[in-house]
Structure formats: structure tokens, C-alpha cells
């Protein structure tokens, strides 16, 4: 008994690991830079060297890359340091095997740096790791059986099956010119740089990419009464990426990570050094899913021989639903430990930390912080800069009508803007908009049947059960289990009894039910 089948392909998850690494190390300053009076502001972030499998572990090898900034001990120079703590960790992953692809991402979940003396530095680190090993499976879904005799009971089915898996890498490179009213650029001291409302979307044979690139510098000027300058601006792009067989329909899935960003001054036409150069590369790991929907066979019979299925069952999703949702949040935050009043801000970026999820009734509730650094300026002329950290709680629930407890979600967040503003010498207002992009699937446990054995009819069985009789229904009886336990046929029973086709009996009815395999016995 041959089933026709059709091919489909699904994601799973082979392996997943989790590591933590810590760093404390003491840094000596180098003799070409000023001795450290006051720590400004830091930031820390991966390089990675080395990414690969190998005997059942992912191997990873990379730095810790921490940059400084501070102000010098004598004339209140503004400096920067930029130290590297490198790493080798393994990752125990189970089941791998050569071609296997792994997933890495990362968080610095803790940086301090702490002021020894005027030389030497104390940093501490601690940074999670988690990898994760996919697998492409092919399902093969009976649909149809080439048998005229044989009874087929169909269940429609819709599902998500894996349309595109692959990485590929997305460039951002533009150019800015400062202003003709500032001073021309002798050296970068510091610069920030954050990709902000990145959309991705998928295209005819392409990912269509478009966000704003935030920067903010600050750089030395020479022959100015002001010999740090600083400026913040915002760079709009867009962009492709090749994506063979990608279509506008599919549902996208893309994970994104910065692998490089750098800020180097070039000269512009009369040879003056006022333009700055911002390269960013970010890794995209893309999975695109296709809703698709099939009458799968889930059980065949026939009252002229024993029918058997077998197969396994195996876990189908189905998108539930997609949604965006933004939360604003806004705050006030007080200034400690200035040493006067605050002149101007200059400068305040964010990150969105989600410290947990949960399903609540029709929808998805997010608990987290926004992570906030602000550097500003106060009337100390030999010190000028400070800067200050903040947190600023939200809760916020992403509408998901139907969601269950059993139903799988991916929660994205990221911080789509960020405004600070002085309320007094001594207070900050903070406002900042999230945005949450939720995935949530239903996971469907389908029973796919792969072969069906054909024996012979037990005769005995059957002459021993009555050839006439009248069966009274069931709460949980559908006309298929009636004509497969009676050895008879669906359409003989509704004829019968005068049922329209499709008509499910309710419970209690009394139905005449007669052995279709009676005459044959005899």
C-alpha cells in the first residue's frame, strides 16, 4: 500500500550550552599616556578570533576589548585607554558532528573598573556565552493513498516549514563632514556608536535593510580655546543583502550581532581633517519560515483486510502570531556626587535588558530595565566631564491573543530612541521608546504515518461479533472509529440512518450499524 507523500523541511534544535567567563586583571598604564586622575566613562566588547567545532565542543577564542575614558591627573587632559583581556573557552555540545553550524551570541554582564593609582588599573568582567547547533529535518507528510478500496481519515495540518536558513553579513559605511564652524579634527579621544530601529524584510531574492546609525565623538582640537570638542549626529541607511529564493511572504527570524564598528578621521578636499568615516558590520543570522497547510493522512481502513499504521510522532509548529509593540517610558534621575552645577549634557546612550518573561492571558508581559550611561559637563574648568548611570525600570505586555502556556515565543527588544533633558541643575528627565518584536508558535504533536502493513482479516474475531446491531454513541465516538470497530464504512452507516455527509451524531444517538465483511465470512 503505497502513500503518496510530500516533502517538507523544519529547525531543530540539536544542541545548546551556556558558559560564563570572568576577567580581573591589573592594567598598567602605558608611558605615553598621562597619569589617570578620574575615570570618566568605559565600555567593554567581543572580538572574536576564532569560532568553530570541533570533538563535541564549540571552541571559542576571542578578546575582551575594554576602552577608557578619563581625565589626566595634571592640566585635566581628556584621555582614553583601550585594553584588550584575551579568552579561550570551550563549549560542551552534544551530538555534533563535522558541518554542523553553531549560533553564537554573547552578553557582558558585568564590567568594573577600578582606579588603583595613578598607574594602574583593576578590570573585572563577566561575560555569558551561549551557542546553540541546528539541524535541517526532512518530514515526509502522507497526503494521498493510490488505493481505491481504502478508507482515509485527513486532519488539515498548517505548519511553518523552514524555507532559508542561512549567515550572511551586512556593511554600513558612510562619510560625515563636520560643520565649518568647528575646529578641525587633531585626534579622536572617544566615539559611541549604535545601530537604531534596524529593519529587516524580506524581499524578491533579497533582505531589504534600512536604520539610522547614532555616533556621537569627542576629539582634540588644536589652537582653540576649547581643545575638546564634541558632536553627536545620526546617519540614515539602507541596504540589500542576497537571499536566493527569498520572497515578501516568507516570515523572517534573523538574529543580528556587530562583528566590527570603527571611527577614523580622513582628509577632505583641501586637505583638512574634518571627515569622519564610520564602518559597521553586522552578522546576520537568518532563518525565513513558510506557512504552509496540508490534509494529512492520519489513519487509513478498510473492512477487507487488517490495516496497520506505523510511523512516529513528531513536534510541527504553526505561527500563532507576529507582533510589534513599542513602550515609552520616561523618568526623572537625580545627579550624585558632582562637584557642581551641570553646565550642558553632552551625550547619552542605552541598552534594553529584559530580565524576564511570562505568559499572561492573551498576550506576552516583558519585565526589564534600560541601561542608561550620560556623559556631561560641569563649570570645573580643569575637570570638566562626568558622566553618571541610570536604570529605568518598565513592564510592558505584547498583545498575543490565543497564546497558552504551551505555545513557544522569541521576545526581541531594542531601544528605538533616547532623550535626555535638564530639569534643574541637579535632575535629568530621561525618555526612551522600546521596541518589542514578538514571534510566538503553537506546538503541535502530529502523528506521521510512514508505511502501512496489510494483513489478513481475523475471522474468527469477526464471526464472533454480531452481524446486525444498534450501537448508541459516545461522547468521544467520531463515525470513523464506529466503521473501523464494526468493520463496516462510513457512508454505509450515515445511509443507514439517514446522516448527511459529514454529519457527526450526538452523543446518545442510537445508530444501526451492520458488519460490511458478513457475506465475505460466510
Not at 529587516?200 to 535593510?209: D, F, I, M, Q, T
Not at 454513541?473 to 472509529?481: A, I, S
Request: hydrophobic share 40%; aromatic share 6%; proline share 4%.
Amino acid at each position: 500500500m503505497e502513500l503518496k507523500k510530500e516533502n517538507i523541511q523544519i529547525l531543530r534544535e540539536k544542541s545548546r550550552a551556556k558558559s560564563q567567563i570572568t576577567f580581573d586583571e591589573d592594567f598598567n598604564v602605558p608611558d605615553a599616556k598621562p597619569d589617570v586622575g578620574r575615570l570618566i566613562q568605559h565600555k567593554g566588547r567581543i572580538i572574536m578570533e576564532d569560532v568553530r567545532l570541533a570533538d563535541g565542543k564549540g571552541i571559542l577564542r576571542g578578546d575582551l576589548q575594554v576602552d577608557i575614558l578619563y581625565v589626566g591627573e595634571e592640566k585635566g587632559i581628556v584621555s582614553n585607554l583601550t585594553l584588550k583581556m584575551p579568552f579561550e573557552e570551550a563549549l560542551n555540545l552534544k551530538d555534533i558532528v563535522n558541518g554542523d553550524k553553531m549560533c553564537l551570541k554573547w552578553e557582558i554582564e558585568d564590567l568594573t573598573i577600578r582606579l588603583i593609582h595613578s598607574r594602574k588599573l583593576n578590570i573585572k568582567g563577566l561575560v555569558t556565552f551561549y551557542a546553540a547547533v541546528d539541524e535541517t529535518e526532512q518530514i515526509r507528510l502522507p497526503i494521498a493513498l493510490d488505493v481505491q478500496d481504502v478508507s482515509v481519515r485527513k486532519k488539515p495540518v498548517r505548519f511553518m516549514g523552514l524555507a532559508i536558513h542561512k549567515k550572511d553579513t551586512l556593511r554600513i559605511k558612510d562619510e560625515y563632514t563636520i560643520s565649518s564652524n568647528r575646529p578641525d579634527i587633531s585626534n579622536l579621544i572617544w566615539y559611541t556608536m549604535d545601530v537604531r530601529g534596524l529593519d529587516l524584510k524580506p524581499g524578491e531574492n533579497v533582505v531589504r535593510a534600512r536604520g539610522e546609525l547614532s555616533i556621537f565623538v569627542l576629539y582634540g582640537a588644536e589652537d582653540t580655546e576649547t581643545p575638546v570638542q564634541w558632536l553627536e549626529y545620526s546617519m540614515p541607511f539602507s541596504g540589500e543583502v542576497e537571499c536566493p529564493d527569498c520572497t515578501e511572504e516568507l516570515i523572517p527570524n534573523i538574529e543580528v550581532s556587530v562583528m566590527h564598528q570603527s571611527l577614523e578621521v580622513k582628509p577632505d578636499a583641501d586637505g583638512e581633517e574634518r571627515i569622519l568615516v564610520s564602518d559597521v558590520v553586522l552578522e546576520l543570522d537568518m532563518k525565513f519560515f513558510r506557512e504552509e497547510e496540508c490534509e494529512l493522512i492520519t489513519d487509513v481502513y478498510t473492512p477487507l483486510r487488517e490495516c496497520l499504521p506505523e510511523g512516529k510522532k513528531e513536534v510541527l509548529e504553526k505561527l500563532l502570531v507576529r507582533n510589534f509593540s513599542r513602550c515609552r517610558i520616561s523618568d526623572r534621575v537625580q545627579v550624585k556626587e558632582t562637584q557642581g552645577k551641570i553646565l550642558q549634557l553632552c551625550h547619552s546612550q542605552g541598552k534594553v535588558k529584559i530580565d524576564k518573561t511570562r505568559i499572561v492571558e492573551n498576550g506576552v508581559q516583558a519585565d526589564g530595565v534600560v541601561m542608561l550611561k550620560i556623559l556631561y559637563i560641569i563649570g570645573n574648568d580643569d575637570m570638566p566631564f562626568y558622566s553618571m548611570e541610570a536604570m529605568i525600570p518598565f513592564s510592558h505586555v505584547v498583545e498575543a491573543r490565543g497564546i497558552s502556556p504551551d505555545s513557544s515565543y522569541q521576545l526581541k527588544a531594542e531601544l528605538e530612541q533616547l532623550s535626555t533633558a535638564m530639569a534643574d541643575g541637579n535632575e535629568i528627565e530621561l525618555r526612551a521608546t522600546i521596541g518589542l518584536n514578538l514571534l510566538a508558535v503553537i506546538r503541535e504533536l502530529v502523528f506521521i504515518i510512514d508505511k502501512v502493513e496489510e494483513k489478513p482479516l481475523d475471522m474468527k474475531k469477526i464471526q464472533a461479533m454480531p452481524g446486525i446491531l444498534v450501537y448508541m454513541v459516545k461522547p468521544e465516538d467520531t463515525l470513523w472509529d464506529i466503521a473501523r470497530k464494526y468493520y463496516t464504512s462510513i457512508d454505509e452507516i450515515c445511509s443507514l440512518n439517514g446522516l448527511k455527509e459529514n454529519q457527526e451524531p450526538a452523543p446518545g444517538t442510537p445508530l444501526l450499524v451492520v458488519k460490511k465483511v458478513e457475506g465475505q465470512i460466510k
